[in-house]
């Protein structure tokens, strides 16, 4: 098999098993980790979902309904990097069933959309909540299948720290497929060769920012 494997930032636990008010549905179990972005996990199985293409919109309107609110309640906030603030991604996964195997999962990225791939930072960011758990150790490997079927391989490469809270080295193997072609250019005449700064203009539109 043709892929590429990498070595991921430091990830970590958040919080486990937080109760999470959602508009329409209650009260849920989610857990929040970090793994190169926030991410929100919830169980579809208990919620109803066997994660499959028919319940993409169901989850994706779920999905934004869970992320509106976790920003809300939740105050996260990277430990060595203030920066990085709020879950930006709600990831619905299937039971984990013991290292090793495989899991279902997708990832709704706003503003209400399934992830073609299973994600690596959220693949990471599962990894560093099993590890929290006491269900995943260093050097057992998890899989993730997306909606659609591709597939992400990860294992846990070293228990390490971040900002003084327990955390891992995840490293995921897979395989992309190429698209297209772009070519950049330099004119030598242009007076900002290196881009420019000003105060932010980038996802002013309500369509696609993160409120």
Excluded at 18 to 46: K, N, Q, S, W
Aim: hydrophobic share 40%; glycine share 10%.
């Amino acid at each position: 098999m043709r892929s590429v494997t990498i070595r991921n930032v430091p990830c970590f636990a958040e919080r486990l098993g937080a109760p999470l008010e959602v508009d329409g549905v209650g009260a849920i179990p989610v857990d929040v980790g970090y793994g190169g972005m926030f991410y929100a996990l919830v169980d579809a199985t208990a919620l109803g979902f066997e994660i499959r293409p028919d319940e993409a919109r169901d989850l994706a309107a779920l999905g934004e309904k869970v992320r509106r609110a976790v920003r809300a309640q939740f105050d996260v906030v990277h430990p060595e990097n203030p920066a990085i603030r709020g879950v930006s991604i709600v990831q619905f996964n299937a039971p984990f069933e013991g290292a090793g195997t495989v899991a279902k999962n997708t990832c709704i990225v706003s503003p209400g959309r399934s992830d073609r791939s299973p994600t690596g930072t959220g693949l990471s960011a599962r990894l560093a909540v099993l590890h929290a758990r006491g269900l995943l150790k260093a050097g057992e490997a998890f899989s993730h299948l997306s909606i659609i079927g591709s597939r992400f391989d990860r294992r846990i490469a070293a228990e390490t720290a971040c900002g003084g809270r327990p955390a891992i080295v995840p490293e995921i193997t897979g395989r992309a497929y190429l698209a297209g072609l772009m070519t950049y250019l330099l004119d030598p005449e242009d007076p900002f060769p290196e881009g420019y700064t000003v105060a932010d203009t980038w996802g002013v539109s309500t369509h696609t920012r993160q409120d």
